[in-house]
């Protein structure tokens, strides 16, 4: 006993004069240590602290507490393992004492009625609850209501909006969701008058209305995105690719589905409100979460093949495709997650723990909000179904030509996907594992927003480079404004790829340098560097350089376009496209050239504004010139005429004369001039007429047929006379 009396007499000292050397000290101030009591010595006062020190670390351990990791040393494997077994001691504690009150549950539930009884405000619970199931009624009829007096004006929205994708399209459907939203309004101002009126007071009855009331608008709200995509009641509007009995059924599993959750959620609060004990609370979660994971599995399983094909619609339709394999197996994976979800969440009330269950349940959301949205772009960008490409429908993934719509698509996608890999990734790492606490994410966030709004920024500028670009390149006609040259593409739509070309690098290379800056990196030594490497390339790669700075000046002369036919003296083909130091030639025979700019050379272009074509027939000697002359010209009138060939021509078909004579023939030229789109298509079809016509009005081919005058037979006068012509008309031209 004294020797605990003077133990405490020496604690009560101690602490006296540390209280008193801490008010002398005084707040915030960096004085030295303070002196030691009088008469005490630093070795005395060392042991004073080390027996207060094991005193306390004894009574610490003997109420069960431990000892501080401060007071001590401790092993950190023991530690860890201490740990882990008071975690599992305490868990089959907490979940014994849980399952040991499903009894107090019961109790508790049943204690409700009686509860609403003693506080309400003179109404029964009886009368109660009639008043709030009017009110229920009332409201989802309200709805009902609203929605069907609208409901010509919906069924003509969605006649508009399958009628096809353009603005008018997409303004009904914005029509049609505000319509449904309108409803989900009235249900709203319906419960929030009741609670005007009837519930706006502080006693259980007011409560547990508010509390209902607030549940049925937050099961309407759910529902209300559903609906907007599966349109059980408007077929033409449907969003989701799904059948009109599929989409009726699945809405209506997942309307059960989320009116379960909302009902569980309720009772949970109720029973948290009349300050329930936490076990039976728990035992209560455990009852509802597995009732719950029962009707999930039950709704994924029957919904399976309808869910499949609206996923397998939003993948890719050609081509390996990672949605198309998750379309097959998303019952599988769905089945995982709530399972997951679900076991979490017991554990969650068994320990009174709900970070991972809530976790899980945003990463769910967020996801589920990712597929309606790729629905509802995939339903806006697909085209009219009478828009067919090769005899065949269009897919929904393959557009006509470039729009405006996939460039916003896309672009939001990519936002959607940042914003909600942020989200996911700030619950999982901040508040689930804890790896990163508030403010260090907070700072971490702040230094990389700029970064990544500078890479979206990036993103979209390529992305309306790539819209604008796309309608010229590789075109097979002018642009707006600009004249449209027959036979090849417009000279904006040569240069479009090489020009998208400089300006994705520039815009990468500026993007990556303020990312850089940004994320604290010195940029000055990388681009010195950079402009190091750069001279030392440029004296290394001479010919890379020629070819280069020769195929910018081949552009800027004009000399070739995309779609031309051209001879560069080492080879000859229509122009298949370029890169920064080549040319690509087809050749007619099917063989590809590829040939560096600076190897070119002269180049002849035969596609450029027109084409004149001559051609020679072998007529006989006493063919009528003048009567050949007008069949032609008929036959030139007529291909005039024809819509296949009137565009083509820039000078109809004629005969220009005689070309030469020789001794069985009269050799006639005849030429026309076309766009040089395929003037050897027109050659063969004047020449197929002019074949016909000739024989139809008895204009006869030279033949291969010599007269001979043998000695001894008598002079044919005829013969001779068109001999001595044919010498006179030779004499003639040459004289």
Known sequence: MAIRLSRLGSFALFVIWLSTAVAQSGPGQGSPPPALPAGWTQEQFDRLVDAISATVAAKLKEDGKGVPHDIGPEHPVAAADEDFGSAIAAFKARAGAVLRAYPDYLHEVARIPTILEQTGTGRGVGAFLALLATVM????????????????????????????????????????????????????L?????????????????????????????????MLAFRLVLRPDLPDARLAKMADADARAVYRRILSVVLAIVAARILTRVLI??????????????????????????????????????????????????GRILAQAWHGLAVLVFVAIAVTAIYGAIMERYTVPTALILTLSVILALILLRTVI?????????????????????????????????????AALIGAAVLIT????????????????????????????????????????????????????????????????????????????????ALLAVALLIVLSDLGVNIMPLLAGVSVFGLAISFGSQTLVRDIVSGI??????????????????AKGTVEGFTLRSLKLRHQNGQVHTIPFGQLGQITNFSRDWTTVKFNFRF??????????????????????????????????????????????????????????NPSLVQRQAIKRMVAAFAANDI?????????????????AGVAGAGAAGIRLREAGTG
Request: proline share 4%; hydrophobic share 55%; net charge positive.
């Open 273 to 322: 409100a009349i300050q329930a004990p936490s076990e039976a609370i728990a035992a209560g979660q455990i009852v509802a979460n597995l009732a719950l994971l029962a009707i999930v599995i039950a709704v994924i399983m029957a919904s399976r093949e309808a869910v499949r094909g609206w996923f397998a619609s939003l993948a890719r339709p050609t081509g390996p495709s990672l």
């Open 190 to 222: 319906v419960g929030y008058g009741a609670i005007a009126l009837w519930f706006s007071g502080a006693d259980a009855q007011s409560r547990l209305a508010m509390l209902v009331l607030a549940g049925i608008l937050t099961w309407r709200l759910y």
């Open 378 to 414: 995939a339903f806006v960008l697909r085209p009219p179904a009478d828009e067919i490409r090769g005899g065949a429908a269009v897919p929904p993934h393959a557009p006509f030509g470039p729009r405006l719509g996939n460039l916003v698509a896309r672009c939001l996608t990519v």
């Open 620 to 677: 006989a000697r006493k063919t009528d010139l003048e009567r050949l002359r007008k069949v032609v010209k008929t036959i030139g009138q007529e291909m005039l005429d024809d819509p296949e060939f009137k565009d083509s021509f820039l000078e109809p078909l004629k005969m220009q004369g005689v070309a030469d004579i020789t001794d069985n023939a009269l050799i006639v030229r005849f030429k026309f001039t076309v766009k040089p789109m």
């Open 426 to 505: 700030q619950v999982w790492i901040v508040d689930v594992l804890a790896l990163v606490d508030n403010g260090n994410w907070a700072r971490l966030t702040r230094a990389s927003l700029t970064a990544g709004l500078t890479l979206f920024t990036a993103f979209v500028a390529w992305e309306a480079i790539k819209f604008v670009t796309a309608r010229y390149a590789g075109a097979t006609s002018g642009g707006p404004g600009e004249e449209q040259q027959a036979g090849g593409g417009s000279r904006l739509g040569t240069l479009m790829p090489l020009l998208r070309a400089f300006a994705g690098v």
């Open 700 to 716: 006869a081919f030279a033949d291969a047929t010599v007269a001979v005058q043998t000695l001894g037979a008598a002079l044919d």
């Open 137 to 188: 009624a009332a409201a989802l009829a309200a709805e009902a209501l609203f929605r069907n007096a609208f409901l010509a004006v919906r069924r003509k929205l969605a006649a508009r909006v399958a009628a096809g994708h353009d603005r008018a399209g997409l303004v009904s459907l914005v029509g049609l969701a505000v319509i449904d939203g309108l409803a989900v309004g009235i249900v709203w």
């Open 553 to 570: 000046f081949y552009l800027a002369d004009d000399a070739f376009r995309v779609g031309e036919y051209i001879d560069c003296g080492k």
